[in-house]
């Protein structure tokens, strides 16, 4: 074969010796949720070939990916919603969420009131599934039964 060639290895030598130069991403802020992380883009462009944007947040300090997300965020972090959400969308989802746990206390204080105990949990194992009185498990009489 005549003519120029890639160099294969020069190619590798040259991304090996660029994977040690720390990555310059630079993004837009998009916003910060209430727990603190902070949320960012960088718009997608396709005359790069890039089609979708790149999204990503950092966690707020000491927490280190611990706390989930609010939904909100998450939405826009997954592609779901191409616009982040409002500060007004989100105190009106906190307060809507409060809201249901002082609804839900006053039920549960109420039933309480009227002599309601605590729900029964079912009692997980072998014995937990339907028994019929016309089959007895592991009974050779009721194997043509089907």
């Known amino acids: 074969?005549?003519?120029?060639?890639r160099n294969?290895?020069?190619?590798v030598f040259k991304n090996f010796?660029?994977?040690f130069k720390p990555r310059q991403i630079r993004g837009n802020h998009m916003g910060k949720d209430y727990i603190g992380n902070a949320y960012y883009e960088i718009?997608?462009?396709?005359?790069e070939g890039?089609?979708?944007?790149?999204?990503?947040?950092?966690?707020a300090k000491g927490l280190d990916f611990q706390d989930p997300i609010p939904s909100e965020w998450?939405?826009?972090?997954?592609?779901?919603?191409?616009?982040?959400?409002?500060?007004e969308e989100i105190a009106?989802?906190?307060a809507i969420a409060q809201m249901k746990k002082l609804?839900?206390?006053?039920?549960?204080?109420k039933r309480l009131a009227e002599g309601g105990s605590l729900p029964s949990i079912p009692e997980r194992g072998h014995n937990s599934f339907p028994t019929y009185p016309e089959y007895t498990p592991g009974d050779p009489e009721n194997k043509g039964n089907r």
């Open 1 to 5: 074969m005549s003519g120029e060639s």
């Open 8 to 11: 294969l290895w020069l190619i």
């Open 74 to 87: 998450e939405a826009w972090l997954r592609m779901r919603r191409p616009e982040p959400p409002t500060e």
């Open 43 to 47: 718009p997608a462009n396709p005359r």
């Open 50 to 59: 890039k089609r979708k944007p790149t999204r990503w947040y950092n966690p």
């Open 92 to 94: 009106k989802n906190v």
């Open 103 to 109: 609804n839900a206390a006053k039920i549960e204080e």
């Open 17 to 19: 010796i660029n994977s």
